[in-house]
């Protein structure tokens, strides 16, 4: 695995960053989100008229003596979110070496963001009709480079149910975080049913796709055979045998145009961000252009 995605130079270039969450999830008390309801911080954000049964120790008594009338200072809330990291491990991830160091890289980046910022971190791994989760929750930033120098040892192989597998994860949260799904979406399983059921759970949510520069676009000629990396034998009709042509790779692009799109309008269906990365374009400028884009980091 490269060490560029993770060496103290590739995080050090993420210290000015931080993950921005919409304020109306709920969370855990001690972190750094604001959210719109009123808390104990020390930031004053508004007053109101006091009403029978508020605490009494929160009246501004210097209004009180200027106005006659009582009324409670009102200061803002932060929270702690919950960062669940989904990375897809199925084969057609690891054919490219270059693509699954991007999207181990991708997964490394916002996942120290998080720590950064106080937050609770998962990673859970994709695998068949699984989720593995190898780290458990992780606060802080010792727990976060022990958990990533595993991470980037991550073997990829066979297939993954997305709709399957993320349902089970036992403490998937309730409005209390953003999560994140890193795949190529290169699969027949329904994975927006996975997506249906964590909007339901009523978390924020980002969609990230890893393509290769030879899955985008395919410098392929001449008659091939080709075998689907998650096929379990040689005998399985996913695999062909094709004369691949000018006008067959017309074709492929216009197919990907059109499957990009229908991600598109289904993330957009679910108010889900979605970003589409190529691996051969610098990690720094997915995140700092495309995430940037997607107002969830600042």
Not at 253 to 269: A, M, P
Request: charge should be neutral; aromatic fraction near 12%.
């Amino acid at each position: 695995m490269t060490e560029t995605y993770f060496s103290d130079g590739f995080f050090s270039r993420l210290e000015a960053l931080s993950l921005h969450l919409q304020s109306s999830l709920s969370g855990y008390f001690g972190g750094r989100h604001l959210i719109k309801k009123y808390g104990q911080t020390v930031e004053f954000a508004d007053f109101r008229e006091y009403r029978l049964g508020d605490d009494i120790r929160r009246i501004d008594w210097n209004l009180y003596a200027r106005l006659g009338k009582y009324f409670l200072k009102l200061f803002t809330d932060e929270r702690q979110m919950h960062v669940q990291i989904f990375l897809d491990c199925s084969a057609s991830m690891g054919v490219y070496p270059k693509k699954a160091e991007y999207a181990l890289g991708l997964a490394a980046a916002l996942g120290f963001l998080a720590v950064r910022n106080t937050d609770k971190t998962s990673y859970y791994l994709l695998k068949e009709n699984t989720v593995i989760d190898p780290f458990g929750t992780i606060v802080g930033k010792n727990a976060f480079f022990a958990a990533v120098g595993a991470l980037r040892r991550t073997v990829f192989e066979g297939e993954a149910d997305f709709s399957a597998g993320i349902p089970r994860v036992p403490d998937t949260g309730t409005n209390d975080g953003l999560t994140v799904i890193i795949s190529d979406f290169l699969t027949e399983n329904n994975w927006k049913k996975a997506v249906d059921y964590l909007r339901y759970k009523k978390r924020q949510l980002l969609l990230i796709r890893v393509l290769d520069g030879e899955e985008i676009a395919p410098s392929y000629s001449g008659r091939f055979d080709l075998f689907d990396a998650e096929a379990s034998d040689a005998a399985d009709p996913r695999n062909l045998r094709v004369r691949i042509s000018r006008s067959m790779l017309d074709e492929y692009d216009e197919v990907l145009r059109g499957w990009t799109k229908e991600i598109e309008r289904f993330c957009r269906s679910r108010e889900a961000d979605f970003v589409s990365a190529d691996a051969r374009t610098p990690i720094e400028k997915t995140i700092f252009r495309d995430l940037l884009g997607c107002d969830l980091i600042r």
